[in-house]
């Protein structure tokens, strides 16, 4: 079953910065699309970003347009979510997916395969 491992999360203080990976142990990352989602306490999961395998393809959820930025080294078999200027409002558990449909979305049942989440904490 394809499992994800998330890492780089953290407490930043409004403006900073965290830069987290995604990688998937065992499997050819370069062989799915991945999505970045997040789940703040009491809201439902949203999409936050997406990158299709060759990483030409990249969208994101309005809120973290210009802040955000999803990339990927195949060669590396890493994806990355670069957050800049980070909002308390960006306070949630993220979690990297993937889905062997080569394609950017942030529709989540498309997903199989699914981390367990890294905290992220905005505050001052």
């Known amino acids: 079953q394809l499992q994800l491992v998330e890492s780089g999360g953290g407490l930043v203080q409004p403006g900073g910065s965290l830069r987290l990976s995604c990688v998937a142990p065992?499997?050819?990352?370069?062989?799915?699309?991945i999505g970045w989602f997040r789940q703040a306490p009491g809201k439902e999961r949203e999409g936050v970003a997406c990158i299709d395998r060759s990483g030409g393809s990249t969208n994101y959820k309005d809120s973290v347009k210009g802040r955000f930025t999803v990339s990927r080294d195949n060669t590396n078999k890493t994806a990355y979510l670069q957050m800049n200027n980070l909002k308390p409002e960006d306070t949630a558990v993220y979690y990297c997916?993937?889905?062997?449909?080569?394609?950017?979305?942030?529709?989540?049942?498309?997903?199989?395969?699914w981390g367990q989440g890294t905290q992220v904490t905005v505050s001052s």
């Open positions: 997916a993937a889905t062997v449909l080569n394609i950017c979305t942030m529709t989540d049942r498309v997903y199989a395969g």
């Open positions: 065992g499997f050819t990352l370069h062989m799915y699309a």
